[in-house]
């Protein structure tokens, strides 16, 4: 029997793909239900690793009604709103909302195999639920994401804050209420970038998805009072992302386990996506990674092949999408933005 910690898009792949392939499986998830929390958020899922996954786990032609039509198109601007790189993606990246992704990998579970409102915690060395359960398996799997507990079971690694904040925010019905930031934006990606400074907004079927992205210390204060000085000189089309926001603002502190995260096998325990590599989402592969390294554990779990055969290929993998990550987060908010990644788009 395997326990899956975590029914994030990683621990979800795990199941379904043990599941099609005959192998027990209990995912424990600490949220209540799907519903608990907004999923909120377009993932572009990639040919070699995301959609690799989605063939293994027999749900790739379920996968593709869900894509957002033109949501591979980029616009990249500076503060003075002035478009430096336009292009309509085609990139093999296909656009897809977070929580149809996540809902796509729920229906695709028997009733009963993920157990809601079962949050794992550790006591004594040992995995158990709220009411002192022991979670004991043949495997125990960590796909409990950023701040795993499964994680200090083979590694003293720790999450550490890149210095950079997202205020996370939403323009809702934006044809109707927000037309001119519709038009800006385009039916894709956006980045506005400057003095080290971002504003990065998705088109979504109902809303504009913005994050807006900050140098600032781990705790400071995200108002819109704050955003507002933050990007102040901006260009006005710019500053209505920001001052228009329907609803909160989320703050969203961006967190990474250090590059090329490792650690020594451990009989019955492993990790996969954010808990055993958090990263900046600057790459945008750590949904990708996630289901990547579902598909490639449940390939070796059910081939017999050693655990270490999964470990040592995600280790390299992570370690490069790790750097990546970090290189692209240093070009969004170099001081000449946004320069390098105009150039990054064209191939330069
Ligand atoms: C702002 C932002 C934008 C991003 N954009 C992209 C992008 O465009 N493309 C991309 O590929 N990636 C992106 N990412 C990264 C991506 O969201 C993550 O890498 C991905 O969700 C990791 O999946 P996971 O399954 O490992 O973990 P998660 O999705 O975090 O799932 C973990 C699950 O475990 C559960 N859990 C946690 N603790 C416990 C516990 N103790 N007991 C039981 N259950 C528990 C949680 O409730 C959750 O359901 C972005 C991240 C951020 C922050």
Same mark, same amino acid.
């Given at each position: 029997m395997i326990a899956i910690?975590?029914?994030?898009?990683?621990?979800?792949?795990?199941?379904?793909?043990?599941?099609?392939?005959?192998?027990?499986?209990?995912?424990?998830?600490?949220?209540?239900s799907p519903a608990v929390r907004t999923q909120g958020g377009m993932l572009d899922i990639h040919e070699d690793s995301g959609q690799v996954a989605l063939r293994a786990a027999g749900l790739y032609d379920d996968f593709l009604p869900l894509v957002l039509p033109g949501g591979e198109a980029m616009k990249v601007y500076d503060k003075h709103a002035v478009l430096r790189h336009a292009d309509d993606g085609g990139s093999g990246r296909p656009e897809v909302h977070r929580k149809a992704l996540r809902d796509l990998l729920i229906d695709s579970l028997p009733a009963g195999m993920?157990?809601?409102?079962?949050?794992?915690?550790?006591?004594? %060395?040992? +995995?158990?639920?709220?009411?002192?359960?022991?979670?004991? &398996?043949? =495997? @125990?799997? !960590?796909?409990?994401?950023?701040?795993s507990k499964v994680r200090s079971l083979v590694s003293d690694a720790?999450?550490?804050?890149?210095?950079?904040?997202?205020?996370?925010? %939403?323009? +809702?019905?934006?044809?109707?209420?927000?037309?001119?930031? &519709?038009? =800006? @934006?385009? !039916?894709?990606?956006?980045?506005?970038?400057s003095d080290g400074?971002?504003?990065?907004?998705?088109?979504?079927?109902?809303?504009?998805?913005?994050?807006?992205?900050?140098?600032?210390?781990?705790?400071?204060?995200?108002?819109?009072?704050?955003?507002?000085?933050?990007?102040?000189?901006?260009?006005?089309?710019?500053?209505?992302?920001?001052?228009?926001?329907?609803?909160?603002?989320?703050?969203?502190?961006?967190?990474?386990?250090?590059?090329?995260?490792?650690?020594?096998?451990?009989?019955?325990?492993?990790?996969?996506?954010?808990?055993?590599?958090?990263?900046?989402?600057?790459?945008?592969?750590?949904?990708?990674?996630?289901?990547?390294?579902a598909a490639e554990l449940a390939a070796v779990l059910v081939s017999g092949e050693p655990l270490d055969t999964y470990e040592s290929a995600?280790?390299?993998r992570?370690?490069?999408?790790a750097r990546e990550s970090a290189d692209n987060l240093e070009i969004c908010f170099a001081p000449d933005a946004p320069t390098g990644l105009v150039n990054f788009f064209r191939g330069l």
């Open positions: 910690i975590g029914a994030g898009l990683g621990g979800l792949m795990l199941a379904r793909i043990l599941q099609v392939n005959g192998v027990e499986a209990v995912v424990y998830e600490a949220d209540a993920i157990r809601w409102g079962s949050k794992v915690d550790l006591a004594d %060395d040992q +995995l158990r639920l709220a009411d002192g359960t022991v979670v004991g &398996a043949d =495997l @125990v799997v !960590g796909a409990d994401g950023a701040w720790v999450p550490q804050y890149a210095g950079i904040s997202f205020a996370e925010l %939403d323009l +809702l019905d934006p044809d109707v209420r927000h037309p001119e930031s &519709a038009e =800006l @934006v385009g !039916g894709g990606s956006m980045f506005a970038l400074r971002g504003l990065l907004a998705h088109r979504e079927p109902d809303r504009l998805h913005v994050y807006a992205a900050f140098r600032a210390t781990e705790h400071a204060p995200v108002t819109p009072e704050a955003l507002a000085a933050t990007f102040a000189g901006w260009d006005d089309a710019l500053l209505r992302l920001v001052l228009d926001a329907d609803g909160e603002l989320i703050p969203r502190p961006i967190h990474a386990l250090p590059i090329g995260h490792q650690w020594k096998p451990v009989p019955g325990v492993t990790l996969l996506g954010d808990a055993a590599h958090l990263m900046s989402p600057f790459a945008g592969e750590g949904a990708n990674l996630a289901l990547q390294d995600l280790f390299a992570a370690e490069q999408s």
